[in-house]
């Protein structure tokens, strides 16, 4: 049952309304003098709903970044690993580094995109100011990108983000929150202190999430995140300059 997509199971039970609307929708072209072929049919059998359906997490962590990116300015974005849709929107108004494990083939003003792995990164340390990754970090190491296998993969990636951000920049991370767990080859669900640990080298500015309701909660305490299911934890970090504590704890996300 894990294998089986829930809207291929809706299409089929919306098969017989399909044939009756087509049926009924060829009788009247034909008599306005239209013809319709079958063999020019596209069914699409799982969109009659009554609210337009979007992906919680997605949708609203997209969001989140691009309000976090317009009050901050940054002269340049670098982003790994993200929705290509976010990058493409966010290079609408910041110019755009985008790195992937699959490199990105699309070409947009102030967009740059590379291959690039993110347990090494094609930056020199200290070099990135501005810097998101978006759902990506708990998929490292699970093979399911083509990567290779490692349980240490999401240890591996939080070091270098650490390391290539500039002293005083910032990092937008987020991932799937909640009891810890590893889906292979999917996904990891992290723990919000965690995420924290791995981490500890920056100061967590705000934490946000999306429960498991599918409802966004913007600046609250991580740990109230710790027992979801399957939550997206959306963190804020900056990187200390010289001399300072780089180690926040997630209760005093708001003190």
Known sequence: MAFINPRMLIGVLALPRYLADYWRYKVN??????QLRFVDTYPCLADRLSHTPFDA??????????????DEKPVQHT????????????????????????PLQATLPRLKSSAGDITGLPFESGTQSSLSCLHVIEHIGLGRY??????????????????????GGSLYLST???????????HRIFSPSTICKLFSELQLVSF?????????IEDIPGEMAAEYLYGCGMFHFRKPGTGENGHQQLAKTNG
């Not at 072209?29 to 239209?34: D, I, L, P, Y």
């Not at 993200?82 to 755009?96: A, K």
């Not at 946000?208 to 966004?216: A, E, I, L, P, Y």
């Open 146 to 167: 083509g990567d290779p296998l490692d349980p240490l993969g999401s240890s591996k990636a939080a070091t270098e983000l650490q390391r290539v951000m500039t002293p």
């Open 57 to 70: 997490h997605y949708f609203y962590q997209a969001s989140w970044l691009a309000r976090k990116i317009a």
């Open 29 to 34: 072209a034909m008599s306005s003098g239209t």
């Open 208 to 216: 946000s999430c999306v429960n498991d309701s599918g409802q966004f």
């Open 79 to 102: 982003d790994i690993g993200s929705s290509v849709l976010v990058v493409g929107v966010l290079s609408g108004f910041v110019d755009t580094i985008f790195v992937d494990y699959r």
């Open 176 to 186: 799937p929150v909640g009891k810890e767990r590893t889906c292979f080859n999917a």
